[in-house]
Structures are given as C-alpha cells and as structure tokens.
T-cell receptor, first 112, second 119 residues
Framework: GEDVEQSLFLSVREGDSSVINCTYTDSSSTYLYWYKQEPGAGLQLLTYIFSNMDMKQDQRLTVLLNKKDKHLSLRIADTQTGDSAIYFCAGTWDGTASKLTFGTGTRLQVTL | DTGVSQNPRHKITKRGQNVTFRCDPISEHNRLYWYRQTLGQGPEFLTYFQNEAQLEKSRLLSDRFSAERPKGSFSTLEIQRTEQGDSAMYLC?????????????????FGSGTRLTVV
C-alpha cells in the first residue's frame, strides 16, 4: 500500500512561518489534502491540491507539490497560537479517488 | 447542514462486550467512510459505502467488525466481542458525489469521532 511520511514535531515562534513536510511513495496520486486535528476533535480540512498543480495559495496557507520528488508541503504564514495542532497530509491513490491514506501527522507547537 | 454527526462521543466497555456506533453524514453526501485512529497515528481506512452499497473493506476490518448503511443515509459500525486492542477513536467521514461544485467537493468532512475504551 501507499506509504505517507511526515516528521513528528515542529516548534515555531508566534509570527514566524511554519513549513510542514510530507513525502509519499506512489506517484499516481489524484488529490492531496492537508487536515488539522485539535486535541480530542475530528479532522478539519484545511486545503487540497490536485495532482496536476504545483502550488496553491489560500490566505495564510501555501501548498507546494513536487511530483518528481513525491513531496508535499504546507506553509503557514504568520503562525498563531491557535494553529497549534496536529497536521496530517492525506491523499487518494486508488483509481476511483475513494479512500484517503493519511500520513503519521506532525504536531505543531507555537510558542510566544 | 449540520456536518457529520457521530454518537456516542465516548464509550467505555468491558472486554468481550459488543458495541455499536452511529454516524449521520451530511445529507447530500452519497459516500460514507469509517476510519480508526490510535494514539499518535494517522487515521486508518476501515470501509466505505456509496449509497447503501459497501464497496471496500480494509484487512483491518476483522470478522468481529460489521458496518451497515441500510437506507443509504446513516451508518452503524458494530464491534463484537471487543478486545483491548480495539481501543481507539473511530472516525466517520462523508463526501459528495464526484463532479459537483464547491471547494469542499474534493474533500471529506469528518465527524468528531467516537472514542472507544475497552477495559
């Protein structure tokens, strides 16, 4: 099956930019997503990118996709304490674009 | 649109007992998914439905697990003879038919989950 890897932890200061990285093994992705999970809560869709795109910007969020290196990143500009959470990258790699495969999650800690 | 609703939020059960969880998806969504998330891990796919048809089941879904979506609306996930290893957060998600409009069309809306603790 598809392997999706993320670094476990990232600490940034409030106001700085955060960059969360994700790598995957199968190049035949269709859609790629970033989800945010706060303690005890479900998953909140932050943004998504189609596999035929290289970049997508949505307010403070920028997603970069490097298909050659099978690398996806999420940049959060002007990181706030409310951004502290676990961030998951996820994608669909089956032809029907049905089930999501998730990464291991990156815990973002924002310090003052 | 009240989002995806899951009940109960928390369930504590003794080993060997049966438990059932319910998921109410967004009404216009025809696809419904069940995921399991253990501590420190990302969610793992269990099964999904398109309308009332169960189209795929993961190998994680042992014979003790059964999911239904009888009328293509809400779904139930039952675990029989629970084991301590079943302790996890069970997440439900739904998604609309492909080809619709809206930025979230290509996303999956998740519920808040049911946290199961088997003692």
């Amino acid at each position: 099956g598809e392997d999706v890897e993320q670094s476990l932890f990232l600490s940034v200061r409030e106001g700085d930019s955060s960059v969360i990285n994700c790598t995957y093994t199968d190049s035949s992705s269709t859609y790629l997503y970033w989800y945010k999970q706060e303690p005890g809560a479900g998953l909140q869709l932050l943004t998504y990118i189609f596999s035929n795109m290289d970049m997508k910007q949505d307010q403070r969020l920028t997603v970069l996709l490097n298909k050659k290196d099978k690398h996806l990143s999420l940049r959060i500009a002007d990181t706030q304490t409310g951004d502290s959470a676990i961030y998951f990258c996820a994608g669909t790699w089956d032809g029907t674009a049905s089930k999501l495969t998730f990464g291991t999650g990156t815990r973002l800690q924002v310090t003052l | 649109d009240t989002g995806v609703s899951q009940n109960p939020r928390h369930k504590i059960t003794k080993r060997g007992q049966n438990v059932t969880f319910r998921c109410d998806p967004i009404s216009e969504h025809n696809r419904l998914y069940w995921y399991r998330q253990t501590l420190g891990q990302g969610p793992e796919f269990l099964t999904y439905f398109q309308n009332e048809a169960q189209l795929e089941k993961s190998r994680l879904l042992s014979d003790r697990f059964s999911a239904e979506r009888p009328k293509g609306s809400f779904s139930t996930l039952e675990i029989q003879r629970t084991e301590q290893g079943d302790s996890a957060m069970y997440l439900c998600a739904s998604s609309p038919p492909r080809g619709g409009q809206g930025a979230n069309n290509y996303g999956y809306t998740f519920g808040s989950g049911t946290r199961l603790t088997v003692v």
